[in-house]
């Protein structure tokens, strides 16, 4: 398994194991934590402007949430220009649209200057509000691009077969093989002189006057500086209360006959359905996303891929569902990433994480933000990102109504854990958090009988996981973290996994 769920996304055949060991006695300028775009695109920058850098990479290139991504590179983002206006003020609305810009020609350099073929392409991007409230809210986004510069125009018409009250058209946008991408810049990294090391966990870190030790699964390493690209980051963090995360669905459909809309789309439902294309072994398949949750509340995670499936075949005309796959992502309290200094560390630690569904682009951008807070100590985004501005400015009522679920289903899942009393009462194929002679487990059993048993207490924050039968996962609805069926940690923020109840064969 090289991505971490069940189900085999698009992009996921590209993914290679790079195989390097590093010599850990020697000290790193800088270590960064994660082999998603975040971590790589940084780690090219710093190497490239001569320091010494090593990714550290728990499983693979690809494995989180780049590799289930859909990889539409936009400059209008899921906090509209009207919203950033209404809780940050014009200059840093306008500063915000300058994040669009810079990130896409980043990811245009380095295609050009390490020659990477990644299926790159300029693409026209509609956004359409399908009743009269999606309409207001359109006139909203229209109304905040044209203050902040940003041209986001009205149109008649829309290359997408659905019907719709009123749409805008946003010129020069983009879309790429996410992988592709990724993994020639690894490369390119590579060339450089970095270091990378996969399958090694980095589990905590001690920051000292002048250096950080990080502790991993492969032993100790001493960085100058340490990023943390990890989407969110490891341990326990302020931060894991100021982003909640999300599930999103995406399938890509074989198209029957020629006409197919080949730009980019957004609907205005909440959550919105999102449409590409992309070419795989030879093959145009249409990509679309959606149906996106909290993590650990729907009942039954398979439901959101029938869901967007009809929804899409009402509309579109396509045959196969040729991939089907789900992935996560972090909501930001007030709406905007986190790029900077690590809250709570003494500076030499960095991360970044809230990138919504935009993090192709705020991954990217954050090789600049962090590049530059690392070689000359600042950033013209260093303020509007921080991730240690004081308290929300935005969003608060909302994040604290999510907190509050939060809450709730810690306290729920303790007081109405399903009741049986044997795991004789699970059908093969079936999982469920059970109570047994007191205790909660998280039990799953194989098609073939073999039960899986775990300690349902996720080790992170002690909220009780939840199963998703789409990604065949355990997830905690509280930050996040999810395990395999035998209990391995998949994503963060946990670095521990689920204790395993050895189990008597036969059972
Ligand atoms: C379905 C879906 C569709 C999306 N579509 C778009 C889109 O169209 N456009 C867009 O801009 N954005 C999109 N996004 C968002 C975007 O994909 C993500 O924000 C982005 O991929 C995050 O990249 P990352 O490198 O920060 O994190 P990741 O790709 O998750 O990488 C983090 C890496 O860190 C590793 N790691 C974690 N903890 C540790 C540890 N303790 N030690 C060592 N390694 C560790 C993980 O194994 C992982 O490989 C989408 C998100 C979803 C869920």
């Given amino acids: 398994m090289n991505r971490d769920g069940a189900r085999k996304s698009i992009w996921q055949e590209e993914i290679k194991t790079f195989s390097s060991d590093a010599g850990f006695d020697q000290l790193f300028d800088v270590a960064i934590v994660g082999g998603g775009i975040t971590g790589i695109s940084t780690a090219v920058r710093l190497q490239k402007e001569g320091k010494k850098c090593i990714i550290l ?189 999300y599930r999103s669905y995406a399938i890509a459909f074989s198209i029957k006959g020629d006409h197919y809309p080949k730009d980019l789309g957004y609907d205005l439902i909440d959550p919105y359905h999102y449409y590409r294309t992309q070419e795989i072994n030879g093959e145009v398949l249409l990509i679309a996303g959606g149906e996106d949750h909290k993590t650990g509340h729907a009942e039954d995670t398979g439901e959101c891929f029938s869901k967007l499936e009809n929804y899409v075949r009402e509309y579109f005309d396509v045959e196969t569902a040729v991939y089907s796959w789900s992935s996560q992502y972090y909501e930001p309290v007030d709406g905007l990433p986190y790029i900077g200094v690590l809250p709570g560390s003494n500076g030499r630690i960095y991360t970044a994480t809230g990138f919504r569904g935009n993090g192709m682009i705020f991954g990217t951008i954050t090789s600049q933000i962090l590049g530059d807070l690392i070689l000359t100590g600042s950033s013209k985004y260093k303020e509007l990102f921080d991730p240690g501005r004081i308290k929300p400015m935005a969003g608060f009522t909302t994040f604290v109504k999510e907190q509050a679920s ?102």
Wanted: aromatic share 8%; hydrophobic share 40%; net charge negative.
């Fill in 57 to 245: 990479e728990a499983a693979n290139i690809g494995f989180g949430t780049t590799g289930g991504t859909t990889a539409h590179l936009n400059d209008f983002f899921d906090t509209t220009y009207a919203q950033a206006i209404k809780d940050f003020g014009l200059n840093n609305a306008k500063l915000l649209k300058y994040v669009g810009i810079e990130a896409k020609n980043i990811i245009k350099n380095n295609i050009r200057e390490y020659n990477i073929d990644c299926d790159f392409e300029r693409k026209t991007a509609y956004i359409f509000a399908l009743d009269e409230s999606q309409a207001r809210q359109l006139d909203e986004m229209v109304k905040g691009s044209a203050q902040v510069g940003h041209q986001m125009i009205l149109t008649q018409d829309i290359p997408f077969p659905i019907p719709f009250k009123k749409a805008a058209v946003v010129p020069d946008q983009g879309q790429f093989h996410p992988i592709k991408y990724i993994k020639a810049l690894m490369q390119a990294f590579i060339d450089l002189g970095g270091v990378l090391v996969e399958q090694c966990l980095c589990e905590s870190h001690d920051e000292q006057e002048d250096q950080v030790v990080l502790k991993t699964t492969k032993g100790e390493i001493k960085a100058a500086r340490v990023i943390y690209a990890t989407h969110i980051p490891p341990g326990v963090n302020v931060l894991h209360f100021m982003n909640a995360p």
């Fill in 406 to 507: 939060v809450a709730y289903d810690f306290i729920k899942d303790k007081l109405f854990v399903e009741k049986i009393s044997s795991l004789a009462e699970l059908k093969d194929g079936e999982a469920k958090v059970v109570k047994y002679d007191g205790s909660s487990y998280a039990v799953y059993k194989e098609s073939n009988g073999k039960a899986h048993i775990l300690k349902s207490v996720c080790p992170h924050a002690q909220c009780e996981v939840r199963w998703n039968s789409a990604e065949i996962s355990w997830d905690c609805p509280c930050h996040g973290s999810r395990f395999n069926v035998n209990g391995k940690m998949l994503t963060g923020p946990t670095v521990k996994d689920l204790q395993r109840i050895e189990t008597d064969p036969s059972v």
